[in-house]
């Protein structure tokens, strides 16, 4: 099982940004689906989860700027980041519960600078 996350990349303060991650491979089950990110220096942080039925969690940093979201039918997660900020800026990792183990995708770098 593999996770493929795309969509990083450098934004300006105030610019949008919207990730992708797929999940491939012989796939049973399917639960939880999201996102945590790493910024140099500090420690990984969850910024936003969903289940399959649809309900979601989202860090109090990203509440109103950040919708998760998932095509259950894709195995994809998305995350669509509006009103960034600089403090927004850092590695963000997909992951996902598959197969009743947790399952990560590689990290893709979001830069938000003028």
């Known amino acids: 099982v593999q996770l493929q996350a795309s969509g990083g990349g450098l934004v300006q303060p105030g610019g949008s940004l919207r990730l992708s991650c797929a999940a491939s491979g012989p796939i049973f089950s399917i639960n939880e689906m999201g996102w945590h990110r790493q910024a140099p220096g500090k420690q990984r942080e969850l910024v936003a989860a969903?289940?399959?039925?649809?309900?979601?969690n989202y860090a109090d940093s990203v509440k109103g700027r950040f919708t998760i979201s998932r095509d259950n039918a894709k195995n994809t997660v998305y995350l669509q980041m509006n009103s960034l900020k600089a403090e927004d800026t850092a590695v963000y990792y997909c992951?996902?519960?598959?197969?009743?183990?947790?399952?990560w995708g590689q990290g893709t770098q979001v830069t938000v600078s003028s």
């Open positions: 969903t289940t399959t039925a649809g309900s979601t």
């Open positions: 992951y996902a519960h598959i197969n009743y183990r947790d399952c």
